[in-house]
């Protein structure tokens, strides 16, 4: 990559940082605009985290157990022989990508690994709906104070 490309990589990091930060630290002013006051909760944001991180880690244990008997987990279509560890990356990397984004492809459940991977896709939708209701819970009871 040429020079002008790290730069303006470099740019966009410090502008996202930037913005990440002043919504997390509730701040009012973002590169000289006014912005209305933030609602933002780091408990809940911090919760979140964990609760994202434990389903990530639970599944993806789930998924490295059935896996050593070649029961979850196939990639590109077809079951390869791997390692432990590469066994136990793959079920972690499978686990945050459902999770997270419902899946790439390039790693596919099969048998009940499909009933398992779609339970974790659930609650990959449900968890983000549950700490925005908690957010305006929060927000509505500030109001009544």
């Known amino acids: 990559m040429d020079t002008l490309s790290w730069i303006a990589i470099i740019v966009i990091c410090l502008i996202v940082i930037a913005s990440l930060v002043g919504f997390i630290r509730g701040g009012r002013f973002h590169f000289q605009v006014e912005m ?29 157990i059935l896996s050593l008997h070649h029961i979850t987990l196939v990639e590109n279509g077809e079951l390869k022989e791997v ?9 972690f990397y499978f686990s945050g990508v459902t999770l997270l984004t419902i899946g790439y492809g390039d790693i596919t459940p099969i048998g009940i690994g499909r009933l398992i991977a779609l339970v974790e896709a659930l609650i990959g939708y449900v968890l983000p709906t549950a700490f925005v209701l908690k957010l305006v819970q929060n927000s509505q009871e500030g109001r009544k104070d």
């Open 36 to 64: 209305r006051e933030s609602r933002f909760s780091a408990e809940i944001f911090y919760t979140l985290l964990v609760i994202y991180s434990i389903v990530i880690i639970g599944f993806g244990l789930i998924y490295f």
């Open 83 to 91: 390692s432990i560890f590469g066994t136990f990356v793959h079920s």
